[in-house]
């Protein structure tokens, strides 16, 4: 079992910027990709960013340009620099990660509690 704890979100003017992190601890053999999704009142959960192990990342189109996930394989420790903050990007945020208990078990899914993200305009 994976446990996420999630930290730096908060109040923030439009263009201005947070840096989410999210640590990952428990009883695993492996990490593997990780990611932030969001999710706004009345809007289904939207993927915004995800880094695999090797460090190979994808964006949301809205979030391009804007944002960047980073990952510390020593800390087990993925990170979000979001710049340039717009109101549309209000949302709770909520960390994932695929993870393994064996080198040759199934894949699992960890999801933190999120954290909440408000941009005033």
């Known amino acids: 079992q994976v446990q996420l704890v999630e930290s730096g979100g908060g109040l923030v003017q439009a263009g201005g910027s947070l840096r989410l992190s999210c640590a990952a601890s428990?009883?695993?053999?492996?990490?593997?990709?990780m990611a932030w999704y969001r999710q706004a009142p009345g809007n289904q959960r939207e993927l915004v960013a995800s880094?695999?192990?090797?460090?190979?990342?994808n964006y949301a189109d809205s979030v391009k340009g804007r944002f960047t996930i980073s990952r510390d394989n020593a800390k087990n420790t993925v990170y979000l620099q979001m710049n340039s903050l717009e109101f549309e990007d209000t949302a709770v945020y909520l960390c994932?990660?695929?993870?393994?208990?064996?080198?040759?078990?199934?894949?699992?899914?960890?999801w933190g509690q999120g954290t909440q993200v408000t941009v005033s305009s």
């Open positions: 994932n990660v695929n993870y393994r208990r064996s080198s040759a078990g199934s894949m699992f899914r960890s």
């Open positions: 880094i695999t192990t090797g460090g190979t990342t």
């Open positions: 428990g009883s695993f053999f492996s990490i593997n990709t």
